[in-house]
Structure formats: structure tokens, C-alpha cells
T-cell receptor
Framework: EAGVAQSPRYKIIEKRQSVAFWCNPI?????LYWYQQILGQGPKLLIQ????????DSQLPKDRFSAERLKGVDSTLKIQPAKLEDSAVYLC????????????FGDGTRLSIL | QQQVKQSPQSLIVQKGGISIINCAYE??????FPWYQQFPGKGPALLIA?????SEKKEGRFTISFNKSAKQFSLHIMDSQPGDSATYFC??????????????FGKGTLLTVNP
């Protein structure tokens, strides 16, 4: 089966600019996750979708980050305006169901803020 | 509490040796404990997972040992190979609902296997 697809792979922007990331999960996976992975740390969940509804966004900085999953398939994560501390790898993952299931990760988007 | 503490931060092992990575958790509601392997430039990939109804699970050269009373679990890599050089993350989550559904990751262990 095809894995989780993410684009772009790399993005360099200046602070206060906006940026968007795209994710296409594994076909049939109802649950989609966005994680932020800062260098030297484990992934931190930003938002979790079940189909096109939000399950958990408690760690999403909602003043600058937004995400949507239209039609319960693809998803986009946006940052506006970006801050220096947003430099990280943004990982998308998907799973069949939301509870205690193997999560399949994409290779992420490496974001650098100048 | 959501914290998962992982040690060591880095580990160097000779080819053929045993690599051991340890994790400890505080939330007694956790009931799913996966280990992920991550190579540079790649996303984490599930390696092996255990639930607390068993004390050990083995898949090939990889074994998870689980101690429910001590709230600790560990990954053992037998006959370590240079291709095992990667960052390993332990994680935990719970089926009990609310924020416990969230997969909480340790900070990772950078494993280097010397030839």
C-alpha cells in the first residue's frame, strides 16, 4: 500500500510569513495526525482528526496554526504568521482507528524560519 | 500525567552486541506501548508494540520487556547491526479516553552500532 504522502519536503521562509503543508494519508485511514518534531526531541501532537472532525487540538497554537481535513481525506496545516520557534519538522501520520493503533508516518516537511 | 522518560540519550554498541533502551511512565492509564525507529530524513516507523497483559514480546531481533508494577518498559536489540543505527522512540497511550488517547513520545535514543 502507498504510504503517507507529504509535501513539500523542505520549506524556508522568513519570520512573519505564512506557510502551508499538505498531507495525503493511507487510503482508508480514518484518523489523521499532525505532529511537530523539534530537533533532538520526540514528535509532539498538534492536532488529531477523525474523518473530518477534530478529536484533539489541545496543543495547537491556535493564534497562528490552523488545520483542516476536507472530505475526510487530505489535510493541510497552515502557520500564519511564522515565528522563529516554529522551525521544526512537521510530520503527518494516519491510522485505521483513533485508539491505540499503529500510526504510519510520512517523511515530514522540514521548516526553517529565517 | 503524560510524561514518558527515556534513557539513555545516546548509545554506542559494537556489531553483534545487545542494545538496551529504557523508558518509564507515570500515567497508570497507559495501556499501549509502541517503539518507533527513525532514520535521518525519514518519519518514525513502528518497530514493535506491547500491551500490559504480557511481560515480553519478541519480533525477530527486537524484544520489548514490560514491568507493570515498576511502570517501566525496555527495548532490547539482539545481535545489533550497523543498519540498526537510528533514533529510537518509546511512546505510550491509553484507551481510557480524553487526552489519554494521545500518543506521548519519549525524547529519543540515538543508537550507533559500530562495525
Amino acid at each position: 500500500e502507498a504510504g503517507v504522502a507529504q509535501s513539500p519536503r523542505y520549506k524556508i521562509i522568513e519570520k512573519r510569513q505564512s506557510v502551508a503543508f499538505w498531507c495525503n494519508p493511507i487510503s482508508g485511514h480514518a484518523t489523521l495526525y499532525w505532529y511537530q518534531q523539534i530537533l533532538g526531541q520526540g514528535p509532539k501532537l498538534l492536532i488529531q482528526f477523525q474523518n473530518n472532525g477534530v478529536v484533539d487540538d489541545s496543543q495547537l497554537p491556535k493564534d497562528r496554526f490552523s488545520a483542516e481535513r476536507l472530505k475526510g481525506v487530505d489535510s493541510t496545516l497552515k502557520i500564519q504568521p511564522a515565528k522563529l520557534e516554529d522551525s521544526a519538522v512537521y510530520l503527518c501520520a494516519s491510522s485505521l482507528r483513533p485508539v491505540n493503533q499503529p500510526q504510519h508516518f510520512g517523511d515530514g516537511t522540514r521548516l526553517s524560519i529565517l | 500525567q503524560q510524561q514518558v522518560k527515556q534513557s539513555p540519550q545516546s548509545l554506542i554498541v559494537q556489531k553483534g552486541g545487545i542494545s538496551i533502551i529504557n523508558c518509564a511512565y507515570e500515567n497508570t492509564a497507559f495501556d499501549y506501548f509502541p517503539w518507533y525507529q527513525q532514520f535521518p530524513g525519514k518519519g518514525p516507523a513502528l518497530l514493535i508494540a506491547i500491551r500490559p497483559d504480557v511481560s515480553e514480546k519478541k519480533e525477530g531481533r527486537f524484544t520489548i520487556s514490560f514491568n507493570k508494577s515498576a511502570k517501566q518498559f525496555s527495548l532490547h536489540i539482539m545481535d545489533s547491526q550497523p543498519g540498526d543505527s537510528a533514533t529510537y522512540f518509546c511512546a505510550a497511550s491509553s484507551s481510557s479516553g480524553g487526552s489519554n488517547y494521545k500518543l506521548t513520545f519519549g525524547k529519543g535514543t540515538l543508537l550507533t552500532v559500530n562495525p
